[in-house]
C-alpha cells in the first residue's frame, strides 16, 4: 500500500485492521467496493440478505455495515432486522 506522497506504507496490523460487513443487493457496486476497501486494508464479509447480515453482525462484530438502498427497502416495515 502507499501513502498519499507515494511512499510505501506498512500494512495493517491486526489491530487496525477494519471489518466492514457489505448488504449490497447490486453485484457490479459490490464488486467495485469490494476491490476498492480491500486495497485500502479493510476486511470485508458480505451478506445478500438482512437475516444473513444480522447473523455475520453477531459472529463478527463488524466496525462498519453498509446497506445499499435495495436492502434497506427490502427490509422497510421491518425495523426490528436492521442491521
Given at each position: 500500500?502507499?501513502?498519499e506522497d507515494g511512499a510505501l506504507a506498512e500494512e495493517p496490523s491486526p489491530?487496525?485492521?477494519?471489518?466492514?460487513?457489505a448488504?449490497?443487493?447490486?453485484?457490479?457496486l459490490n464488486l467495485q467496493i469490494h476491490d476498492?476497501?480491500?486495497?485500502?486494508?479493510m476486511d470485508m464479509v458480505h451478506a445478500?440478505?438482512?437475516?444473513?447480515c444480522l447473523q455475520?453482525?453477531?459472529?463478527h462484530h463488524p466496525d462498519c455495515i453498509?446497506?445499499?438502498a435495495d436492502g434497506m427497502e427490502?427490509?422497510?416495515?421491518h425495523p426490528e432486522k436492521a442491521p
Open positions: 500500500m502507499r501513502s489491530s487496525q485492521t477494519h471489518l466492514l460487513l448488504l449490497l443487493t447490486q453485484c457490479g476498492f476497501l480491500v486495497s485500502e486494508g445478500a440478505q438482512v437475516d444473513h455475520l453482525v453477531e459472529r453498509l446497506v445499499d427490502r427490509n422497510a416495515g
